[in-house]
């Protein structure tokens, strides 16, 4: 593929520059289209199945449910219970990936966890498991590759930022560029789960910050903050998600003065049903 491109923005009176990952593909863009990366250049014989887990909205499942897709590779995606509105749902990340062919398995609360652990098990050589959100080691090529497009376009940057979930992108980044300083923040729980999880892949790097949010914001739910510096962004040029952009732009803002190269993760495909959450609390169209 060719090299992302770049945009650049002004909050505050700061100039930022973009990588604009989300415009790779409307599905599997941002940070999951870096993650899958060594999946993408598989030859298609190699596997036959891929096997995922977790949320039923999630970023991760719709990337890999567009990946199976191209590939010619079935795709079971296993999920806690889901409510009935949400099978039944037009929109957001689940129908999308549905329509893509995954094929999704519900399970009991109380069984997840064992069936999770036992899924590495019975594992066929054509299958491949992709853990919860794509925390693989598998990454590091994504992101070198990533490196590779920031090196080339000799900006003149301090440092470089991107939101994390499981902090594997902004890890596997930090460890690639290490002439630069990585910002990130935990939108997922706090700090210390999120080195745990990164400790988990690799020994976190000290070129990478992890810098603590000001008030505690719990995932994905509607923040009146996280649309305020949404639609300031928006109106700067670029669409961000809503999920993990908001607190790390917030974090940005408020805790460093550098110039920086801002990588996008993608997610904006979830925003139509965030917008709606939005909407329905009546903090949509509060000027
Ligand atoms: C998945 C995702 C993240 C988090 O990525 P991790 O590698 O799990 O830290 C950040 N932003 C967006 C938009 C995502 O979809």
Known sequence: MLSSPLSKLVLDGREFFVKRDDFIDPFLAGNKYRKLYT????????????ISYGGTQSNAMLAIAAMCKQKGWHFYYYTKALSQRQKTQAEGNYFHAL???????????????????????????????????GADKSVR??????????????????????????????LYLALALPEYRVYTTPCVGDSDYLKEQMSALELIPNNLIILEPKKKFHFAKPYPEFLEIYKRLLNAGVAFDLLYAPSLWLALLDQTQEKILYVHSGGVSGNESMLKRYEKKGLLFNE
């Open 39 to 50: 999946l993408l250049q598989t030859p298609k014989e190699n596997y036959k199945t891929i």
């Open 99 to 133: 329509s893509l062919g995954m094929q999704h398995k519900e399970l009991d609360t109380i069984h997840y966890r064992d069936f999770v652990a036992s899924l590495r098990l019975n594992l066929d050589e054509k299958s491949y498991i992709i853990d919860q959100g």
């Open 141 to 170: 090529e994504g992101m070198e590759v990533l490196a590779s497009e920031i090196r080339a376009a000799k900006l003149e940057i301090d440092a470089i930022a991107t939101p994390s979930g499981t902090g594997t992108s902004a």
